[in-house]
């Protein structure tokens, strides 16, 4: 058991939860009492009833009161197990809210490159779920181990007050129960570690099989007996080793279950025992027997407990882990500097490489150039090339595996990471639909209770957004997408100027457009560009593309080619080399605007 996890668990819960700590250790220490109690109530009656019985004459008031007792035990006890239920109810709501957002504060904090980590994945899948309830768990756990322990001290007194035998019978029986259930806490865990990541391909199958978006093509493309095939034989196969372990434990079970009954038949005996030897009433004789069996079942119960503590301490551990998770190949963004106020000397790639982890080659091997400030850049290549992974570098969400990138003379490294990302916007091509109002669309990098309605609604006309916004019924407070609510559903294009007009309502110094135009028609592809050239006239403007379009906008052309700068300057000078831009250029030349007009719109 990882005692530092436990302790860390223990503290988290108490910080939030000071209150019910106290009043479940109170109930605790009422509840172990309690048992005993009412043990010792029912002997006396019964021995009162016989008394009545035999004597016609007896006083009832005798019994009447120890009625009066039993029933008020009883009656808190069940206020308390309600009291409690409530309480514990409402404490998991509160750690499963505190634990949630911790997890995803880390996973939404974590380099970006922790997402090409396929562990990083299985320990998010891992650690999500339902974490307040472990958390909470281990406390109850002990909570219930200790109102047991003191059921125990209660009974076991009160069993050697009659024989010292009856005690050795009630705890040897818990002993072989904790060992089998500390067994398979332990192998119920690590099963669930092994499996998690074929769970994660059968959660994604799912995902596949039920989304919107990708029903068009599993029904197009035929695939849904494929996926529902894999996606079945990958359930079978973890239920299957689900199943087997659950069946290994059953027959453990059944077999602690057979050497408890032996116990309590060997307490029987000695019961039978004592009554031909010595004066036992039968208040005693009903009372032994429920102590045996109420120490029984609670040497059980804390043997249980213990073995789930035992299991939950790795969830705990496991959690932690994720948590305090740091991948020693993977630089951070972790400088402090603020970002230039005014960009003057522009943006400067010094050697720069990357590698992702656990990849043999670099994906992009000794990058040198520099965007001036105000310059317009159209990086443009095959896929694959390295583009996305270059726009990755610039915003610090990869770091380079070599090299240095520099903003006006400043190590981006020494940076602090919310100040890059405040002076720089991207667009990509995967970029959120967000199933917000349209207002919210746009504003959803700023406060969006501080939403700039003019600065919004000026982004959304030089985007072009405005058109099919305003005529919607309720403007800008329409929502869109169905996946929430019944909303205004967008055409990729839409969606599209959607996502630029977001880019220019934060006003960052350095805009990028990774493959901006991806979901236009020629058309529009250049109404676009036209806008953007108009409204980033003093901004640092970089063009991912593998369309040549963005090239004619640019002041200068940066050609990838399998990680490397395979061609830099104008449009002019490139075409004049005749190189890989040339090639590229003319293969798509149809598409292109030139001097007489838009030539294969269709």
Request: a neutral charge; hydrophobic letters at 45%.
């Amino acid at each position: 058991m990882n005692f530092k996890s436990m302790f860390r668990a223990i503290r988290f819960v108490w910080e939030r939860a000071k209150l019910w700590v106290i009043c479940s250790i109170i109930f605790a220490i009422v509840s172990g009492l309690a048992p005993v109690a009412l043990v010792w109530v029912m002997k006396e009656l019964i021995n009162t009833v016989a008394v009545i019985i035999q004597q016609e004459s007896a006083d009832f008031s005798g019994a009447f009161i120890l009625l009066s007792i039993q029933f008020s035990i009883m009656l808190l006890s069940s206020i308390m197990d309600g009291l409690k239920s409530f309480m514990d109810d409402k404490v998991q709501i509160v750690l499963e809210h505190d634990l949630k957002a911790l997890s995803s504060r880390k996973a939404m904090a974590a380099p970006y490159s922790f997402y090409d980590i396929p562990e990083f994945y299985n320990h998010l899948e891992r650690v999500t779920g339902s974490p307040g309830a472990k958390f909470l768990t281990p406390l109850r756990n002990l909570l219930n181990i200790g109102e047991a322990a003191i059921k125990i001290v209660s009974f076991l007194v009160f069993l050697f007050t009659i024989h010292w035998i009856l005690v050795v019978i009630s705890v040897f029986g818990a002993i072989p129960i904790f060992i089998v259930q500390a067994i398979y806490g332990r192998k119920n865990f690590w099963l669930m570690f092994m499996q998690t990541p074929a769970a994660r391909e059968i959660n994604y199958i799912e995902y596949l099989m039920n989304n919107k978006q990708a029903a068009k093509e599993t029904r197009l493309f035929g695939i849904a007996d494929y996926l529902l095939g894999r996606w079945s034989k990958k359930y079978q196969k973890n239920a299957s080793e689900k199943l087997a372990l659950i069946k290994r434990q059953q027959y453990a079970e059944i077999g602690l279950d057979s050497l408890t009954a032996l116990m309590y038949a060997g307490a029987a005996l000695v019961i039978i025992w004592l009554i031909r030897t010595t004066t036992v009433k039968i208040g005693e004789f009903v009372a032994i027997g429920q102590a045996v069996q109420g120490t029984q079942e609670a040497i059980g119960q804390i043997s249980n407990n213990l073995a789930r503590l035992y299991e939950d301490s790795f969830y705990i551990r496991d959690y932690f882990e994720f948590l305090d998770f740091e991948e020693s190949r993977i630089g951070h963004q972790s400088g402090t500097l603020p970002f230039p106020a005014a960009l003057e000397k522009g943006i400067r790639f010094e050697n720069v490489s990357y590698r992702y982890p656990n990849a043999n080659n670099d994906t992009l091997d000794n990058i040198s150039f520099t965007i001036k400030q105000g310059e317009k850049i159209a990086i443009v290549g095959e896929n694959g090339s390295g583009k996305t992974t270059l726009v990755n570098l610039l915003f610090g969400l990869y770091q380079p595996t070599k090299g240095l990138i520099f903003y006006d003379g400043i190590d981006m490294t020494k940076i602090s990471e919310k100040e890059l990302h405040k002076n720089t916007t991207v667009i990509f091509q995967d970029f959120i639909r967000y199933s917000f109002r349209a207002s919210e669309n746009i504003a959803v990098g700023k406060e969006l209770d501080q939403i700039n309605e003019q600065k919004m609604k000026q982004a959304a006309r030089l985007s072009g957004a405005d058109k099919f916004i305003e005529e919607f019924e309720e403007g800008y407070d329409t929502q869109l997408g169905r996946f929430l609510t019944q909303g205004e559903e967008l055409s990729g294009g839409q969606w599209q100027k959607m996502a630029i007009a977001r880019a220019l309502y934060r006003d960052s110094q350095v805009i990028v457009l990774d493959e901006p135009t991806a979901s236009l028609d020629p058309i529009s592809e250049l109404e676009i560009y036209n806008q953007f050239q108009q409204i980033t006239r003093e901004k640092t403007v970089l063009y991912i593309s593998h369309r040549m379009s963005a090239a004619r906008f640019a002041d200068r052309i940066l050609v990838m080619e399998n990680g490397r700068i395979k061609e830099l300057g104008t449009h002019e000078e490139l075409m004049q080399v005749k190189g890989s831009y040339y090639d590229m250029y003319n293969t798509q030349a149809q598409w292109y605007q030139t001097e007489t007009g838009l030539r294969g719109s269709g």
